[in-house]
Every structure is written in C-alpha cells, then in structure tokens.
T-cell receptor
Framework: DAKTTQPNSMESNEEEPVHLPCNHS???????IHWYRQLPSQGPEYVIH???SNVNNRMASLAIAEDRKSSTLILHRATLRDAAVYYC????????????FGKGTKLTVNP | NAGVMQNPRHLVRRRGQEARLRCSPM?????VYWYRQLPEEGLKFMVY????????ESGMPKERFSAEFPKEGPSILRIQQVVRGDSAAYFC???????????FGSGTRLTVV
C-alpha cells in the first residue's frame, strides 16, 4: 500500500476553518484518497473520499493537488465535536480490501 | 437503520479465560472487518471476512485468535486463554461491497485482569 504522511497534531479555534494536509507522493493513478476520523472513545467514521477532482459533502471538503501527490481535508467551520484523530488512507480498486490506518493527525479544537 | 452493532461494549476477563466479541454488520453489508487498537496506539487490521469465508487474516495472531462470519448470525472474534496483552479496544466494520466505505461499530473494550 502506498504510504501517506500527516502531521501528528494540529490545533484550531472553534468556528474557524481547518485545513488538514496529507502527503502521498507515491500514489498510483488508480488510488483513491479516503479520509476517516475517530472521535474519543468511538470507532472511526468515514468522512470523504476522492480520486482527482475536489469533493464536497455535508461533513467536509477534499482538495486534491493537480499532481495528486498531496491532498487537504477542509473543515469549513470547526466545532468542538470535530476534535478527533483524522486519518488519510489510500485505497486501490481491486487491491487489498483492508484499510491501513497510519498515526493520523490529532486535531484539537479550542473554544 | 441500525449501524454496526458490537457487543458487549465492555468485557472483563481473567487471564486464561475465553473472550467472545460479537459484531452484527449493517443491513445489506456482507463484508466484515475486525481491527484492534491497543492503548495509545493506532488501529491494526486483524481479519476480513465475507459470509462463511475468511478472505484475509494476515493481521491475526497465529495462536489463540479466531474469527468467523456464519451464514446466519453475527461475526464472532474469539480469543482463547486471554493474556494481559490482549487488553485493547476491538472494532468491527462492515461494507456492502468491495471498494465501498466502511461503517465502524463503537467497539468492545476488553480488559484482562
């Protein structure tokens, strides 16, 4: 599986935007970029995924660099409930079905 | 539409006992995955199952651990002769098909005393 690199931690203030970066310089042409997050004492939850174009859903936006070697998860207005560990994961169609979680980015949201 | 249901939420076992963790996938999901999260560590893949089949067990310890997903009923992760090092949160996830996003359960927190 191609490797992703994320900062260990980030901090934000409530109601401000948050940009969570992910580097994946060895991404292949068919790898999808998936984001999951894990709130304290809970199981992970799916956030968003994309291939080449930027994606938006009710939870977040995903901005993918033109060369696909990096991406950014954008939370438009952080709330205290967004405090979690955010994981950036690559998945290849037809490859291993298992999600491989790295260490992720621990996001702290200050009131 | 209930999500992935795991039970029990908390399980305490003495060393040497057996632990059985249950996971009912979301309705319509035929793919089940088990993950383990040790205290202050990341999520580690254990096993991937479809109905009556183990597809990938590359993350399962070679001894004492087994998993099944029968035709009827929940998926079971079984740990025999538990040791203190088995204390962890065990998460189950399901998906409707290959390549689809996972839905995770709330986990079972196993404590071995």
């Amino acid at each position: 599986d191609a490797k992703t690199t994320q900062p260990n931690s980030m901090e934000s203030n409530e109601e401000e935007p948050v940009h969570l970066p992910c580097n994946h310089s060895t991404i292949s042409g068919t790898d999808y970029i998936h984001w999951y997050r894990q709130l304290p004492s809970q199981g992970p939850e799916y956030v968003i995924h994309g291939l080449t174009s930027n994606v938006n859903n009710r939870m977040a936006s995903l901005a993918i660099a033109e060369d696909r070697k990096s991406s950014t998860l954008i939370l438009h207005r952080a709330t205290l409930r967004d405090a979690a560990v955010y994981y950036c994961i690559l998945r290849r169609p037809g490859g291993s079905e298992k999600l491989v979680f790295g260490k992720g980015t621990k996001l702290t949201v200050n009131p | 539409n209930a999500g992935v249901m795991q039970n029990p939420r908390h399980l305490v076992r003495r060393r040497g006992q057996e632990a059985r963790l249950r996971c009912s996938p979301m309705k319509g999901h035929s793919h089940v995955y088990w993950y383990r999260q040790l205290p202050e560590e990341g999520l580690k893949f254990m096993v991937y199952l479809q109905k009556e089949n183990i597809i990938d067990e590359s993350g399962m310890p070679k001894e004492r651990f087994s998993a099944e997903f029968p035709k009827e009923g929940p998926s079971i992760l079984r740990i025999q002769q538990v040791v203190r090092g088995d204390s962890a949160a065990y998460f189950c996830a399901s998906s409707p098909d290959t390549g689809e996003s996972y839905t995770f359960g709330s986990g079972t927190r196993l404590t071995v005393v």
